[in-house]
């Protein structure tokens, strides 16, 4: 999602003085009925007569001919039409789920997330706590309010019932919070067995919040079904949408049928099969989907389409569709060439895109549904003023492109670790933007300047370093500052200094491995850091419980340097003056500022040349390296002198030199003289 670039690059561009990069930025119908067709989601008979679910249809029950990616526990097919003067879906679905957890089943809880946006409900209590991602809600209005309501639901072989559905709060027990409800069954499915929800429906979208809503004749359905929860690790997970959360669910299958007014561009989640007119100026488009978790369309009668493209991928070709904004349509070459150059290096580094399609959206101006993924689907973020040199696009797009390795294929769970979907992509986004766009250009590289986004990152895990740890629950950061922070800039920070304790190699070896492994599964954080462990032969404990589990921060300082004359005591004859013949017994005094212990490079560099190399445990607060008896002095001392330690949290203190050098505050100041005059030029212009 986009929250990333939001923390992290606008108070980069603020650093130097870019102050213009900132300033940018019918009637209800009946519900249709749900698709009859054969589902192919599951690879398994239901035994006969199970109780709870023998009146499934045969065709449910279909095989698919070719072999599934993922365990396909669910099968949804969807009926919707969408009303686009009332922003309201009204619809059907048909919910088949395999009982693969190994017990019994006797309820089963359903996501609503479009029930947090509602005055009492714990998203928008957080919103306001925490600070939203995307609205402040000085006031409430109604064009804030969103729901999802099931009007009725049938369990196949059970009857109705609707009337047992009730409204849950696992989290924090808030009664006026409505994004779980559970149903009890009157007979529990057995495992290995089959059943068979079906439901009618109707979401009201408001306007976009967290990746989802409308905003004027656009908008993106995210989130917009009942869905169920996963059952995982012995119980059911089916977290309440909370502000700082995302999503989890099971893999399978989906069919969908989006009826639309006819003047309606789409875009949506699997392959479009067909697209048919209809006699009351409507549309209805169908789309299936493989070994997918989610179903996620938008629609704008003003999108402009690219749909030309395609990557040849290791699985096979990938046609790609774009849907820009009409002011942004001169953006959409460099929109498709950073998401081809993506798909390449995630392919090679990584693993294949098993998929058929991809869809990138540029979204609404001003509508917070920029920077978002789905299955398949992407939304990007740009503005009609958009140089070459500002990175914005490139950065989310990769960005989000990345999801569908980290949140659509290796599917963690999002609610208890975020940072396995968005810190793991934040790192893989530096390490393919870095090849893409060079180490320090891949953020900024305008006017002279230029700017990283390995920096970036580490700018945005210090501006909260020690207030959580990486491995919580996204719901219980301190604010959304920190959850940003650490979510992203940390994780991403964390393994990029990983790199420097394994070797870069042996880290691109093991991200391979875990993709590989876990793909279409739900692994666990334990999965991801056992992974790094077995494929680089490490005991890795000491840094994981520091890095990822704890809350200690990196803060290593030279804090002093001294040489003087080993015979300090005799009479010179050039008194004041060095004397080439003179032996200096020099030290170099290192302390250990924070809590975080890691061993460190030292590099000492004399005046004459010389350099010297040592090595520091950290152990102790202090230590002293020396003597070093030489004809010269030491000029200056770097602590991790080959940059491979990312989560510093002052870079300053990590050098030192004996002698100033104005070199740098000059250019910073001439820098700032630039920008600030310019800055006072445009205003003028503009008349402010």
């Known amino acids: 999602m986009k929250m990333r670039w939001m923390i992290l690059f606008f108070p980069a561009v603020s650093m130097i003085g870019l102050s213009l990069a900132v300033m940018q930025h019918a009637a209800k119908a009946a519900p249709p009925q749900a698709p009859t067709s054969a589902v192919k989601a599951f690879t398994a008979p239901m035994a006969a007569n199970s109780p709870g679910a023998a009146a499934i249809p045969d065709t449910v029950l279909a095989i698919n001919s070719d072999k599934p990616m993922s365990e396909r526990v669910v099968h949804y097919e969807i009926g919707a039409k969408y009303d686009a003067v009332k922003h309201v879906v009204d619809a059907t679905e048909v919910l088949t789920y395999h009982n693969v957890t190994g017990q019994a089943l006797d309820h089963f809880p359903f996501h609503l997330y479009q029930n947090a946006f509602q005055q009492k409900a714990t998203w928008v209590n957080e919103a306001k706590l925490m600070g939203s991602r995307d609205t402040n809600y000085a006031k409430w209005e109604d064009k804030d309010y969103g729901s999802e309501e099931i009007k009725s639901i049938e369990v196949v072989g059970q009857g109705d019932l609707t009337a047992q559905l009730h409204y849950i709060a696992p989290d924090d027990g808030n ?109 209805t488009l169908t789309y299936h989907g493989d070994d997918i978790h989610d179903f996620a369309w938008t629609a704008s009668p003003r999108y402009k389409v690219k749909d030309d493209g395609v990557f040849q991928g290791q699985m096979g070709p990938v046609a790609i569709r774009i849907l820009m904004q009409p002011a942004h349509w001169s953006q959409v070459e460099r929109h498709e060439k950073i998401l081809r150059e993506s798909l390449d290096h995630f392919e090679r580094w990584y693993g294949p895109y098993p998929y058929k399609t991809l869809t ?121 500052n920190s959850y940003g922070g650490i979510t992203y800039g940390k994780t991403a920070s964390v393994l990029l200094t990983l790199e420097g304790i394994v070797g870069e190699d042996t880290m691109a070896k093991a991200m391979h491995v875990y993709f590989m492994k876990y793909r279409f599964t739900h692994p666990s954080k334990e999965d991801f850091l056992k992974t790094i462990e077995e494929v680089s032969g490490k005991d890795l404990r000491w840094y994981f419980n520091q890095a990822v589990y704890g809350t200690q921060v990196m803060d290593y300082k030279v804090a002093r340097i001294e040489s003087l004359p080993v015979n300090w005591y005799e009479e010179k004859k050039n008194a004041g003056k060095d004397d080439k013949d003179t032996v200096y017994r020099s030290y170099v005094w290192l302390q250990r500022k924070g809590d975080f212990v890691m061993p460190v490079d030292v590099e000492i560099k004399f005046e004459n040349g010389d350099k010297a190399r040592e090595h520091w445990d950290g152990v102790s607060r202090w230590t002293r390296l020396g003597p070093y008896d030489k004809k010269t002095k030491v000029a200056s001392a770097e602590i991790d002198p080959d940059h491979r330690v990312q989560i510093y949290r002052n870079e300053f203190d990590k050098s030192y030199t004996a002698e100033g050098n104005g070199k740098a505050a000059h250019k910073v100041a001439n820098y700032w003289l630039f920008a600030t005059q310019w800055v006072s030029q445009a205003l003028a212009w503009w008349g402010v």
Request: charged share 25%; glycine share 8%; with cysteine.
């Open 175 to 283: 009664k006026d919070d409505k994004t779980v409800i559970d149903l009890p069954l009157s007979k529990p499915i057995a495992p290995g067995e089959y059943v068979q929800f079906k439901m009618t429906f109707q979401t009201k979208f408001p306007q976009t919040q967290a990746r989802s809503g409308y905003r004027r004749d656009f908008v993106l359905g995210g989130q917009w079904f009942p869905k169920v929860g996963v059952f995982w690790h012995g119980a059911w997970n089916c977290h309440q949408y909370h502000n700082t959360t995302e999503f989890f669910a099971d893999f399978g299958v989906y069919d969908v049928k989006l009826t639309v007014p006819q003047n309606e561009v789409m875009g949506a989640s699997g392959v479009k099969v067909s697209e048919v007119n209809n006699a009351d100026s409507t549309k």
């Open 360 to 480: 990138l959206v540029d979204p609404e101006p001003d509508s917070a549904a920029g920077g978002m993924e789905y299955p398949t689907f992407i939304t990007g973020e740009t503005s009609w003023f958009m140089p070459e040199g500002l990175k914005e696009p490139e950065i989310v797009v990769e960005h989000e492109f990345g999801h569908q390795y980290w949140y659509g294929m290796v599917a963690t769970n999002e609610f208890e670790d975020a940072w396995m979907d968005e810190g793991i992509n934040s790192y893989t986004e530096v390490k393919v933007l870095d090849s893409i766009l060079g180490k320090d250009t891949s953020v900024l590289n305008l006017a002279g300047a230029t700017f990283g986004e390995r920096e970036q990152q580490r700018l945005g895990y210090i501006s909260a370093a020690d207030l959580d740890p990486i491995a919580k629950n996204a719901y219980d950061y301190y604010s959304s």
